[in-house]
């Protein structure tokens, strides 16, 4: 079988942005002019293609990134047919409870669309995605949105990417006109206008500049030629030399600074009124990658551990990255995954490198949201869905198992929330533990478990919405009926200082004994930065919260008793000192011990390292951590002093204060405990005038008195 599209035509992108910065209705147009939809959905409405879970309707968000193929032909060249292109698109959730979607998303894609609000700019989430985008090196163009709403301005907007995002984002388009006079949009680069017209804006009209907006305009061309120059000495030089590169020249240089993450082009429009959204598409054909202009995917050989590059290629043996777990109701589960190299037939056998199996692919789909498309064989750089894998895990790797290779794994941030859980009847307790198994599998920032003293099932995510919204599921989809606790913080513990400590497990039962034998150091776990991180000794193993260092010298205990000794102090922290807390952020090096030649056993030295480990942390002076998240108000301004006094009376930590229209927005480092409910009482103080956001920052050390509290609480 051929592939239908050659892979310089291919664009895998993502549409990120903050909550309500209008993504989805974004997605809409695009499905509209691309001509996958033959009528524009509506998230007011509850009719939009991607929006389509209940729980996203009825809230009016998006929860679930959903994944979207289409094609696209830009308006300078429509034509000529040689020109089309095939977009596999993803849209993510904006929501900080779902962020999840949007991290293993961008490792997956080769580009993202970012949209911004034009009245509010760039905020918290937008922060947020970036930084994973940055963190993926996933190449970017902006789309500034909403600018017929009142109070929008693209260039106060454009000022918020400037100063938080990154210096080198540079402006494509201006508005012409704003609020309820905005009417197009001015190409910069081209110096030509552009107006949307027809039914649901779908008629582009090329025109002249209005005159009072020439001397503008001209200003930022001259800026943006200025900007594109600067990335290429040659062009520099040129330029110096008062020679302009031509229209084409600039074009092909932009794409090449796009791509190295050097420039970020910013648009302009109104996907709500049907303005702009086709020149993004351009902007995404003319700047964004295709599978094969972006490097080659890194990963490891699982035998020998040694790096392997795999090239986006149909030539080259099958490597995929598995992103996504979803459960379908007409199909059981789905493993949503990007191929990197090679092709897939339905039929075929994968291999998985962390279990070392091999299964079968039943059949592969092409999905449109919730609409599934089955096709007989996937290329290099498509993005497709599997049936029939019965082992396969998000971050798994499934590859060729005669060139097998391990794609580095996504990491997922840990959850900061948790409530207890119990069925309503007898009946609901044995669908329970199946729906939330399901329900973790799809969702790794998701996390269910056991308290040992109680017997109760704590299940924990990233937030109360999260939460809430699998406790919805669990009733819809699985048909469970529980009772939920109050919510609880998920604290942590670690340790501020340093301590020596002796494990020793011995024990004559009659016949063969269990003898282990340990001698540890523990101390803070300390940051390192990537470099330091590359250069570690071969001797230290890190994984996110714990290190373990191997000091052993001269077989003093033997190779084989290492590997439990280490499963040994990760079990020994995973109940706290102070409150039974995990511990987190603590380094352990084993630097002696003895075994016995007989009774000697990989149990025995497991025991005898939780031991030790559990008395190092209660002489290293264990404290508490707590979540801290990053909070953003906006609220009239009447209200501002009642606002601030209040989130200083809940330990909060005032970071500033800025100006958004008519409104003030506060930021500020609030500890988690002290938000829930915050809604609430924050409506009734602002006559319900103001709103909220608020995400994960950092985990830091609880006070004593509330330490305490929280100590006598747990007893």
């Not at 009016?60 to 990134?65: A, E």
């Not at 938080?164 to 910069?188: H, S, T, W, Y």
């Not at 040659?234 to 020679?243: A, F, H, I, S």
């Not at 420039?263 to 959204?277: D, E, R, Y």
């Amino acid at each position: 079988m051929q592939r239908d599209y050659p892979l310089e035509k291919v664009r895998n992108f993502g549409i990120i942005a903050h909550i309500d910065a209008g993504k989805t209705t974004t997605t809409e147009r695009v499905l509209f002019y691309t001509g996958v939809s033959h009528k524009i959905g509506e998230v007011h409405e509850g009719d939009t293609v991607t929006d389509w879970m209940e729980q996203e309707r009825e809230r009016g968000i998006t929860i679930t990134s959903a994944a979207v193929t289409c094609f696209w032909t830009p308006t300078y060249a429509l034509t000529d047919k040689t020109k089309k292109h095939r977009f596999n698109i993803i849209d993510t959730p904006g929501h900080i409870d779902f962020t999840v979607e949007v991290k293993r998303s961008l490792r997956v894609l080769d580009g993202a669309v970012v949209v911004f609000d034009g009245v509010a700019g760039v905020e918290p989430q937008s922060e947020t995605n970036w930084r994973y985008a940055d963190e993926a090196k996933v190449p970017r163009v902006c789309f500034i949105n909403k600018l017929d709403r009142t109070g929008a301005s693209f260039e106060k907007s454009y000022a918020t990417i400037l100063d938080r995002l990154n210096k080198n984002a540079v402006r494509m388009q201006i508005p012409i006109g704003l609020e309820d006079k905005f009417e197009g949009v001015i190409d910069v680069l081209r110096m030509k206008a552009y107006y949307f017209e027809g039914e649901m804006g779908n008629q582009v009209r090329e025109a002249e500049i209005p005159e009072n907006l020439k001397a503008e305009a001209l200003k930022y061309h001259n800026e943006l030629i200025e900007k594109i120059v600067e990335t290429d000495d040659t062009l520099m030089t040129q330029y110096l030399d008062g020679l302009v590169p031509d229209f084409d020249t600039l074009k092909a240089t932009l794409r090449k600074a796009v791509i190295e993450n050097r420039i970020f082009p910013v648009f302009a429009g109104s996907a709500l009124k049907n303005k702009g959204v086709q020149l993004v598409l351009d902007a995404v054909v003319d700047y964004l990658p295709a599978p094969t202009d972006i490097p080659p995917i890194e990963g490891i050989n699982p035998e020998t551990e040694e790096p392997m590059l795999r090239h986006a290629s149909d030539s080259e043996p099958f490597a995929a990255l598995a992103f996504k777990v979803a459960t379908d109701p007409f199909v059981g589960q789905i493993i949503f995954f990007r191929v990197y190299s090679g092709t897939l037939a339905a039929g075929s056998y994968i291999y998985n490198p962390r279990t070392r199996n091999k299964e079968r692919i039943g059949r592969i789909l092409r999905m449109h949201a919730n609409d599934r498309e089955e096709v007989k064989e996937v290329f290099a750089g498509e993005i497709a869905a599997a049936v029939g894998l019965k082992d396969t895990i998000t971050s798994d790797t499934i590859c060729d198992e005669n060139n097998p290779i391990e794609l580095n794994r996504i990491v997922f941030p840990e959850p900061v929330i948790s409530l207890r859980i119990e069925p309503k009847t007898k009946a609901d307790q044995e669908k329970m533990g199946m729906a939330l198994n399901r329900l973790a599998q799809e969702d790794p920032t998701f996390k269910v478990s056991t308290d040992q003293e109680t017997g109760e099932t704590i299940i924990a995510g990233m937030g109360e919405l999260h939460l809430e919204i699998i406790v919805d599921r669990m009733k819809r989809e699985f048909t469970v009926e529980a009772n939920v606790g109050k919510p609880q913080v998920a604290y942590r513990e670690t340790i501020s200082g340093r301590a020596e400590a002796e494990g020793k497990y011995i024990k004559q039962s009659g016949g063969r004994g269990n003898y282990g034998h340990v001698k540890i150091k523990v101390k803070p776990m300390e940051a390192l930065t990537k470099e330091e991180l590359e250069d570690l000794p071969k001797n230290t193993k890190r994984s996110p919260g714990f290190e373990f260092i191997n000091s052993i010298k001269g077989g003093v205990i033997p190779q084989e008793y290492i590997a439990p000794c280490e499963k040994g102090f990760k079990e020994g922290l995973d109940r706290g000192i102070l409150a039974g807390f995990r511990m987190v952020n603590v380094s352990v090096d084993l630097w002696d011990g003895s075994y016995h030649e007989v009774d000697s056993n990989e149990m025995a030295f497991k025991i005898a390292s939780s031991m030790a480990v559990q008395d190092a942390c209660r002489r290293a002076n264990p404290v508490i951590l707590e979540p801290m998240m990053k909070v953003e108000v906006v609220t009239p301004e009447k209200f501002m002093g009642d606002v601030t006094g209040n989130l200083s009376s809940k330990r909060g930590l005032i970071e500033g204060m800025e100006d958004r229209g008519v409104n003030k927005v506060l930021r500020a480092i609030v500890p988690l405990s002290e938000m829930f409910g915050y809604m609430t009482g924050l409506r009734s103080m602002t006559e319900g005038r103001a709103s909220f956001t608020m995400e994960f920052l950092r985990y830091d050390t609880v006070p004593n008195n509330v330490a305490e509290t929280i100590i006598a609480a747990r007893k």
